[in-house]
T-cell receptor, first 114, second 113 residues
Framework: DAGITQSPRHKVTETGTPVTLRCHQT?????MYWYRQDPGHGLRLIHY???????DKGEVSDGYSVSRSKTEDFLLTLESATSSQTSVYFC?????????????FGSGTRLTVV | SQKIEQNSEALNIQEGKTATLTCNYT??????LQWYRQDPGRGPVFLLL?????KEKRKERLKVTFDTTLKQSLFHITASQPADSATYLC????????????FGKGTTLSVSS
């Protein structure tokens, strides 16, 4: 999607290994979000950021950490991957809270933990 | 408890008909309600936003209503086409700093020709 890129697009990893997903934006938006999407659960918020080095937890943050050292990059790390973290992960950006223009989502990372 | 529900997981209609999708919520007070479209293997795409003080919003063949008393939003696609087949997500926006969108599970619309 224009202005936001997620990498990798697909990843298979083993249980117990650390994994880092990257979200990169070129829009200079202040807010960035990580969601996971699972059948029967929809999109659930993992972590979000409201500025460089400013992050907060979402609904399903256990087992995940994030970092934002630059405006354009928001990293999601699975400290020690588990099978329950097999999911599709989406990054999203917005220019402000209560934006009238919605969120812009990346294309997603499909992560499989075996 | 807080909930956001979309009326059904799947909706099948014929081309040319109006599709109506429902989003209900409990124990939330959103400032805005947003609707997104998601195609298989892709991220959600923003369609429309309606504010709590607006009754209705239109964009081409799309119409959204928002009833804060009923705690419900209706999303209509008129003159539906097979290309409208996708999953549609509603999302609540509290409009406050420190909050993020809360999504429903989505309704998958299939339009047959």
């Amino acid at each position: 999607d224009a202005g936001i890129t997620q990498s990798p697009r697909h990843k298979v990893t083993e249980t117990g290994t650390p994994v880092t997903l990257r979200c990169h934006q070129t829009e200079n938006h202040r807010y960035m979000y990580w969601y996971r999407q699972d059948p029967g659960h929809g999109l659930r918020l993992i972590h979000y950021s409201y500025g460089v080095k400013d992050t907060d937890k979402g609904e399903v943050s256990d087992g995940y950490s994030v970092s934002r050292s630059k405006t354009e990059d928001f990293l999601l790390t699975l400290e020690s991957a588990t099978s329950s973290q097999t999911s599709v992960y989406f990054c999203a950006i917005s220019d402000r809270t209560g934006t009238l223009y919605g969120y812009t989502f990346g294309s997603g990372t499909r992560l499989t933990v075996v | 408890s807080q909930k956001i529900e979309q009326n059904s997981e799947a909706l099948n209609i014929q081309e040319g008909k109006t599709a109506t999708l429902t989003c209900n919520y409990t124990n939330y007070s959103p400032a805005y309600l947003q609707w997104y479209r998601q195609d298989p293997g892709r991220g959600p795409v923003f369609l429309l936003l309606i504010r709590e003080n607006e009754k209705e919003k239109r964009k081409e063949r799309l119409k959204v209503t928002f009833d804060t008393t009923l705690k419900q939003s209706l999303f209509h696609i008129t003159a539906s086409q097979p290309a409208d087949s996708a999953t549609y997500l509603c999302a609540l926006d509290m409009g406050q700093a420190g909050t993020a969108l809360i999504f429903g599970k989505g309704t998958t619309l299939s339009v047959s020709s």
